[in-house]
């Protein structure tokens, strides 16, 4: 009997082994609450996750080659805002990188949450074509162009206020076709 009780004991501790291993695949390799690790290289400023862009540093905020936090709220293109990429491969891009794609009368996601006042890798996908933008003045200085089928990523700080704050293409006539989303804050 206690040789049996034995072998029910290394069974089920099989089960939840392989159990643990299937959930970490099917999850992306996290667990319930964390966050997924950030991919790039390593500089002295932080992590850049792609190459021509500011970094991410070790307290998860986007800084400059300078290690200066840049300015979401500032002047779009100026010296003080964040740095996007040039075109880059969507399907090279870390799980890390927070993924929109303009679609037929749309984006997708249309909505995507992240954490107040931390880096976010942003990119996006023109399907006709896109100008994107926020709304909001908070995120001022974050937007990029894309031709159809581009993909440019642009790394920034989220507002430090959480909330919802509206994305949308700002070609002429697009924003009232459907082409607005929003970033949550939390």
């Known amino acids: ?14 089960i939840i082994v392989a159990a643990a291993v299937v959930y ?4 992306g390799g996290t667990l319930p609450g964390t966050t997924p690790e950030i991919e790039g290289v390593k500089t002295e400023q ?13 307290e998860g905020v986007v800084v400059n080659q300078e290690g200066v936090e840049v300015k979401s709220d500032a002047a779009y293109g100026s010296a003080e805002a964040p740095k996007q990429s040039a075109l880059v491969d969507k399907e090279a891009l870390p799980d890390s990188v927070v993924k929109v794609e303009q679609i037929e009368g749309g984006f997708s996601p249309s909505e995507f949450t992240v ?12 399907g ?11 995120l001022n200085a974050v937007g990029m ?12 700080n989220a507002p430090e206020k959480e909330g919802e704050y509206k994305f ?14 929003k970033m949550i804050v939390e």
């Open 145 to 156: 162009g894309v031709g159809p089928g581009e993909t440019r990523v642009v790394p920034f």
């Open 115 to 126: 954490k107040a006042g931390r880096g976010v890798v942003l990119s996006v996908t023109g």
């Open 168 to 181: 949308f293409c700002d070609v002429p006539g697009y924003e009232s076709r459907g082409w607005i989303g």
């Open 24 to 27: 970490l695949v099917t999850s």
């Open 46 to 58: 932080g992590t850049v996750v792609v190459p021509g862009t500011d970094a991410i540093s070790e």
């Open 1 to 14: 009997m206690e040789g049996q009780n034995k072998n029910i004991i290394w069974i089920a501790g099989g």
């Open 128 to 138: 006709s074509g896109c100008s994107f933008r926020f709304m909001d003045p908070a």
